[in-house]
């Protein structure tokens, strides 16, 4: 990357270099970029913050955050550690992969909002202008190619002009979808999420949980201040996605490690929250003076615990492409699209042999579709008739790795209990320029 040092901040100029839409792990990463290769960047978060959900962070994160420059953004005992992952998936039997074998350490049970809060701060005291509870509405591209952008909080509204918009606003990919882009939909989990409050009685297990079960599957794991978060994943469309909290608690019963672990919590009188986990992804992730990153880009299924990994990758690959572009290099940008094709296919496909992996329930719904099913394209909302591109057993099944020089690459070793392990980011270098 070349470095560019444009002049004083924009508070005195007209026109930023870029402007990213959304203050989560892919925006930060991507303003961070930018602002280190000298461009004028304004990071605007609308401030509705991540789910309420409470995420796990892989430890290969260590890597992605050191070459960003915010390694010590995890020095902080409100992100918990976390050292094992547990999983009965395939057999009734409880197997683990312990952090002890991870080259990187431990992983973490985030407080997610304070981790985005604190990525922000850091993006502020290395330059980039940071918007709180400001929300990009979609702009409008004038004749000499910058955008006009309208921020709106709840307190003021302004304009800005700038040179290229990221959009890095989440699942909804409010940007790249007002520029025409479209969504495809690959399945229809959702997340149906419990907070217990904290343990009087148990030792604090610092592990997290997945077990599968007729419709879906669970997940459960300590939050940070000793609270237990429970998930339910199923389709949107099965019985187990209309549950409340009594029938949740009837149907964790029969899931015995997890009922293990939440019969320590007192049940809480919280509603059961809902949230969209489905895997999904853009047709197009950059068009005319625009890039998406992170999860506005392509989400993933939570299995896979990834999530904020990607995002952060993705932003920071995003906004090296933007700066290569600006610079003149018209392939930066299809590289970019490409490198995340490679990603969303490597993701299917390691999703598909996972969820081959349970073959007890073959005729349920859940796991019926996860083994025969392609991707349902949300235009029409009908099934398509071509199947992944990769079906399991035509070729050896790969699993995604970030090599030394930061791109991914593919290796083929699956490793279960923890689900796609190998697509951690391993060896990442810290020295991309
Ligand atoms: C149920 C569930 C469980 C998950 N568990 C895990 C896990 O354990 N580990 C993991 O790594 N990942 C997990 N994920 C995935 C993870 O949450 C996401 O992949 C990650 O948050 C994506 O980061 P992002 O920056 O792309 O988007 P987000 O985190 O969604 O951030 C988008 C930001 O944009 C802002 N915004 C939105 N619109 C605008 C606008 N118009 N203008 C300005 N700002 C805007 C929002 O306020 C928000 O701050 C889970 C996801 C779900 C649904």
């Known amino acids: ?16 270099d870029v402007v990213v839409a959304g203050g989560g792990p892919a ?20 401030g509705g913050g991540p789910p309420p959900v409470g995420e796990a962070l892989p430890a290969a994160a260590r890597v992605l955050l050191h070459d960003l420059g915010a390694r010590d953004i995890l ?22 992969q312990d952090a002890i074998l991870d080259p990187h350490g431990h992983g973490w049970h985030l407080d997610r909002g304070r981790f985005d809060r604190g990525l922000r701060e850091r993006a502020r005291l290395l330059g980039t202008d940071v918007a709180e509870h400001s929300t990009v509405r979609p702009a409008h591209r004038s ?35 007002a520029a025409g ?24 297990d610092t592990s997290t949980l997945v077990e599968s079960s007729p419709d879906g599957w669970w997940y459960t794991a300590l939050l940070p201040a000793g609270h237990r978060l429970l998930v339910r994943y199923t389709d949107a469309d099965l019985p187990g996605a209309r549950t409340d909290r009594a029938g949740l608690r009837a149907d964790v019963a029969r899931a015995r490690h997890t009922d293990a672990r939440v019969s320590a919590h007192p049940w809480p009188t919280a509603a059961v929250r809902r949230a ?42 995003a906004g090296h492409a933007v ?5 003149g290099d018209r ?89 796609w392990s190998a697509f951690d980011l391993c060896q990442v270098s810290a020295s991309r320029s």
């Open 331 to 419: 392939t930066a940008l299809p590289r970019y699209a490409a490198e995340l094709d490679t990603i969303t296919a490597v993701h299917l496909r390691n999703r598909r042999t996972f969820y081959a992996l349970e073959h007890r329930w073959p005729r349920h719904s859940f796991w019926h579709r996860r083994h025969t099913a392609g991707p349902t394209d949300s235009a029409d909302g009908r099934p398509r008739t071509r199947p992944d591109p990769m079906p399991i057993g035509t070729e050896p099944e790969s699993h995604g790795c970030l090599s030394g020089t930061g791109r991914l690459s593919v290796g083929t070793s699956p490793s279960w209990p923890s689900p």
């Open 1 to 16: 990357m070349t470095v560019h040092h444009s002049g004083p901040p924009p508070a005195t100029a007209a026109v930023y």
């Open 181 to 204: 882009a479209r969504r495809i939909v690959h399945d229809r989990l959702i997340a149906l999420c419990l907070t217990l409050p904290p343990s009087t009685t148990s030792i604090p």
């Open 75 to 96: 020095d902080d005992r409100h992100h918990l550690p976390c050292h094992a992952n547990l999983s009965a998936w395939g057999s009734d039997v409880l197997a683990a």
């Open 323 to 327: 700066h290569d572009h600006l610079d």
């Open 276 to 317: 969209p986990a489905h895997t999904v992804r853009l047709n197009a992730v950059h068009g005319s003076g625009w890039v998406a990153a992170g999860d506005a880009a392509a989400a993933f299924d939570p299995l896979s615990s990834q999530g904020i990994l990607i995002a952060l990758y993705t932003g920071m690959r």
């Open 27 to 46: 925006g930060v990463a991507a303003a961070l970029t930018l602002g280190r290769g000298g461009r004028t960047v304004l990071l605007a978060d609308a």
């Open 143 to 177: 004749g000499d190619g910058t955008w006009t952008v309208e921020l709106r909080g709840p307190r003021e509204r302004r304009t800005v002009r700038c040179r290229w918009l990221v959009d890095a606003t989440g699942r909804r990919a409010s940007l790249a979808t």
